[in-house]
């Protein structure tokens, strides 16, 4: 094995942290000696041991000498004390003799200081092994530590017709299993999903993560409803199962005992948030309250008016696009954004770096959002 396939067995435990570490990154480390793996280790959850710690405790575990060995850790090691000691410090004093590193650090508290430390040691660091890959598993973290708002995707998915329903509103379902499970994968990695209240009222969704083939089902988000005029039934499932799953009703209604009582009564949180210029939860205002308290992302995922609304106030990071081979029709079928929609085809919402993935029968169109060649 080589440097990148040793960094793509890193890659696999730092997944295991997925929607448990936020609003850490993911990272996975590997220490190696004379061909062989001699112990593995990642970040499991927020507060917990970093991955380079996790692994050396394995090896120490297990009896095993590292020094001198090579570690592989998908991320640059950190150089400050958090609610961890710093890992550059932890590998010196381990004795580790070489470290390969999949991404930079952006955090300013680290960026390219712990690979300095490192090397001040007399340490072998060698960089950007895998870094697409590395990047990519920790677009969110990427993101949050640079802006402090969340990173924000809006998911949809709809028919080679573009309609995210039929005439009668049915939408279930549109796409097969494989795009379904890569929905739950992602719910099961972001800290928040958020929907609008019609969306509450008409399809009554759990906004979970279920994946029956792990033990833990899977992390579930936070839910978020944007209920401008706080009208969710409070029958929902969302309302009735909040003292399980954390859930945050977004209203304009000024606060009072009165209104929220019944919400809160039920294990909601009920958070004011001032309306936009349609009378509407200010989306951008939204966002920003939940990056102030540590969420670092939101997985958006209905409805039309919804997307519109998070397009228009530049908050969206990233597109995915679920497109199934079938074709509903109807004039009043609904489509995945609504609003008034741009005037001029320049005036468009343009995705960046997309990519195309099957999955099953269906195609997942993902690309980033390009706020700044458009012409508003």
């Given amino acids: 094995m080589d440097d990148r396939e040793y960094m793509s067995v890193a890659l696999d435990h730092a997944k295991q942290g997925a929607g448990k570490v936020n609003p850490n990154p993911m990272v996975g480390a590997v220490i190696v000696r004379d061909g062989r793996i001699i112990a593995t280790g990642h970040h499991d959850h927020f507060g917990g041991w970093h991955a380079e710690r996790a692994a050396l405790e394995a090896a120490k575990r297990d009896g095993v000498d590292v020094r001198g060995a090579t570690i592989y850790v998908t991320l640059e090691p950190c150089c400050h004390q958090g609610k961890q000691p710093p890992c550059s410090q932890t590998l010196i004093d381990a004795g ?12 300013p508290l680290v960026s390219g200081k712990g690979v300095r430390q490192l090397r ?36 949809y998915a709809m028919t080679l017709d573009g309609r995210i329903a039929t ?16 929905v739950h994968e992602d719910r099961g990695r972001f800290a928040s999903i958020l929907v609008g209240v019609g969306t509450v009222i008409a399809d009554d969704p759990r906004l979970t993560c279920r994946l029956d083939d792990r033990e833990d089902g899977g992390h579930d988000p936070i839910r978020i409803v944007c209920d401008s005029r706080l009208r ?16 945050i009703i977004a209203t304009c209604v000024p606060w009072s005992d009165d209104a929220a009582k019944p919400y809160t009564d039920a294990g909601c949180e009920v958070l004011t948030i001032d309306a936009d210029d349609e009378g509407h939860v200010d989306i951008a205002a939204l ?31 990233k597109v995915d696009a679920y497109v199934a081979p079938k074709i509903f029709g109807g004039a009043d079928a609904p489509a995945p954004v609504g609003g008034v929609g741009v005037a001029t085809p320049d005036a468009c919402f343009r995705l960046t770096n997309t990519t195309v ?3 099953g029968d269906d195609l997942l169109i993902e690309g980033g959002v390009d706020y700044v060649h458009r012409n508003s």
């Fill in 287 to 317: 966002t920003s309250a939940l990056g102030a308290r540590g969420v670092d992302s939101v997985m958006i995922e209905g409805g039309a008016g919804i997307a519109w609304a998070a397009l228009r106030a530049r908050v969206v990071t």
């Fill in 232 to 247: 969710t039934p409070l029958g929902a499932a969302v309302v009735r199962t909040a003292h399980d799953v954390p859930t």
């Fill in 120 to 155: 001040d040691a007399g340490i072998e660091v060698v960089e950007g092994v895998l870094r697409d890959e590395c990047d990519a598993l920790n677009e969110i973290f990427m993101h949050y530590i640079v802006s402090h708002n969340p990173f924000v995707l809006l998911k």
């Fill in 167 to 182: 005439r009668t509103g049915a939408s279930r379902w549109i796409t097969g299993e494989q795009a379904r499970r890569r």
């Fill in 96 to 107: 580790i003799g070489r470290v390969v590193i999949g991404s930079a650090d952006p955090n």
């Fill in 357 to 359: 993935t099957s999955l």
